[in-house]
């Protein structure tokens, strides 16, 4: 086996830390966020940077070319693989989300946060920590936010900041948004959140829930669209009936303003293939009026409640 001597690792060790392309640390910014506006494709796009108050404003035909624009003013490489969340207002949410993905270097991790309207002020991380915090509801990401976008739906449940203030919405992939009443908020947190453990709010009092389980089961009855959403939870509160009549009002008030809107926030899409296929390939061109004539119930503990449409 042929040595190598210890002159020629010393040689090959730089090339590993000056990163692509041979640029050195001190040439790059690492972009912490960024707000991007989109609209009949002009994008313009905000660069924030970790540890500095500096932002880049860029411009162009597309992301790509707002972003190299911000490099240009800079006068640095603008490294994005470390970006946290971005901040979107767009009329094409889909498009851009799938530029991100197939040209720029944001990860797929990067939080998606949508604006319905010009923003004066951008959260932070301490804002959606609070957010998934006060609403049990995870903040999507890139990779979740665009596969929720080319769902027979084309819709998805994620944070939208509206008169800088977060709060959750149904955002279709044209930009059309679905804010969410403060009761079918709570029970998109109780629901959609993966968390075994949270919180109702009643009479001005907090009661915990624990060991939640969640299962949404379909049949289909001629060309009517069945969906069950069950719920099994314990809690230390002595009146556990009105626990679970609160928690159904407000899973109720979720189902209503997405899926009884066509807007498949819980991938009942996926579970009709698995079972149903034939009858999934039969209206996946009309998808979203299936849902919207499916008839509904919520189960919370064994007990059915026959959903009430407003």
Known sequence: MKKIKLFQIICIIPLFLCGCRGTEVQDRKYAEYAYIKSFNSNVSAEVYFFQSDEKINGRGNSLSE????????????IF???????????????DILIEIKKECDIPDSCKIIF?????????????????EKTLSLPV??????????????????IPSLNNNTLNAAVVSSNGNTINLSDDAL????????KTK??????????YSIYSI????????KNDTLRITFKLLFKSKNPDISELENQTAFYI?????????????????????????????MKHKDEFSSLLENSVCNVCINGRLYSLAID
């Open 252 to 280: 109720e008030k979720y189902v209503n303003e997405t899926i009884k809107k066509g807007c498949d926030t819980e991938n009942v899409a996926d579970l009709i293939q698995q079972k149903e296929y034939s009858f999934f």
């Open 140 to 157: 999507s990401d890139v990779s979740n936010s665009l596969d929720s976008f080319l769902s027979p739906s084309k819709s998805a449940l």
């Open 186 to 193: 709570k029970g998109a947190g109780i629901f959609h959140s």
């Open 66 to 77: 707002a972003l190299v624009e911000c490099s240009k003013k800079t006068g640095c490489d």
């Open 115 to 131: 604006a319905s309207s010009h923003q004066n002020k951008i959260p932070n991380n301490d804002c959606i920590e609070e957010y």
């Open 80 to 94: 994005a693989g470390h970006m946290e969340f971005i901040v979107l207002q767009a009329d094409n949410p889909l």
């Open 213 to 220: 389980k969640r299962k949404i089961c379909i049949s289909k």
């Open 197 to 206: 453990k949270t919180w109702l709010f009643m009479n001005d009092k907090s």
